[in-house]
């Protein structure tokens, strides 16, 4: 699996992982073993678009392990898709899983596709052959799929559907993030966005930070969209938001509401008038007080780490620090770091729910749900800062550890077949 490394998301998790398993003493014999992907399936998907002409996709999924139970995770409709990203994904995924206790292994799934340049019949037939190709090797306890980037409920209803038509009647379990009326979760799709708020929050209350702190949150999709609610809810004061089209910023405030209708109307943040228009790049170095990176991976790097001006960096994306970036907040130590696998776990936590509630075909109130989420997000927070001070160690290296640490324990105790 070496010719995965080219890719730098891929690569960057490995050496993540590495970093990790040396801290943790682990042996070698388990270090490939709990490192390495257990599947990766790449499919042509041939796909008759509007104009009559036939396309081929090309589309993945990576399953990272299977010791806990099915492996679980997103499906990204993005352009950069790779199956060296999706594998980087899929091992986030697992880490996340573990942290938070649920019975799964990590997976990930993409096409490389820009969603926006398709017809939603055209999305309706990729979405449904990337299904079919993969019955073989999906399963409500195999692998179980979610949206991520570029996917939403609509593409889970589609998928339930095309999954139930080969099975003979409706299963509902297949995946997560499915629309309410058949069998998704209430709270799942504000889950994610609302997690990085209570995590984020309850962090500015640890560090005194005033009730009125500035928050940026770069990313305007289900995720920062419903982190800023939750944030603006709290208190906190919206001063900045960016999304692909470039970024709109005011000191004073940005009104949400009003935002949240230029968008429905225009696609994107830009051009609204409610603050001045700022590169991306820019954005993520205004002074705030809470900074939420919650679009694409890598974007903190060693060239704008050193320059951010923030007090708590709450990671709503996957993987938006790189290790170089790492070293510097470590460095700098001003800086109070919620890693994206305990940050933005708020989502899968969630679809866990929702794959109980199927299977026991018994659904649960908001409130109830809600509730659930914050425990389990309250203590897995609590579990990291506790495990960071007693090692004197990183937020990011406490939490994948203890995350890494159940898959081993899990492998280990079940020993090796045959
Ligand atoms: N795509 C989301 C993530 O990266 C959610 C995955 C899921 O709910 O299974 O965590």
Redesign the pocket.
Known sequence: MKHLLANPAYKMACDQFDAVADFMNMPVALRERTKLPKRLVTVSLPVRLDSGEVKVFEGHRVQHHLTLGPT???LRYHPGVELGEVAA?AMW?SW?CALADLPYGGA?GGVAIDPRQFSVGELERITRRYTSEMIPFIGPQTD?????MGTNEQTMAWMMDTYSHQIGHAVPSIV??KPVSIGGSLGRKEA?GRGVAFLANRVADILKLPEDSRVIVQGFGNVGSYAAAGMAKYGARIVGIGDVGGGIYNPKGLDLLKLEEYVARNHGVSGFDGGDAISNADLLLQPCEILIPAALDRVITDKNAGKLQCRILAEGA?GPTTLEADAILRQRGDIFVIPDILC??G??I??YFEWVQDLQSFFWSETEIFDKLYRILGHTLDTVLKEARKHNIDHRTAALSLGIQKVVNGKTIRGLFP
Do not use: E, F, R, Y
């Open positions: 679980k995770g997103g994904l995924m996340k990930k179980v799929m979610a949206p991520d997560t993030g994610t996957n933005n776990s989502g899968v969630v679809s």
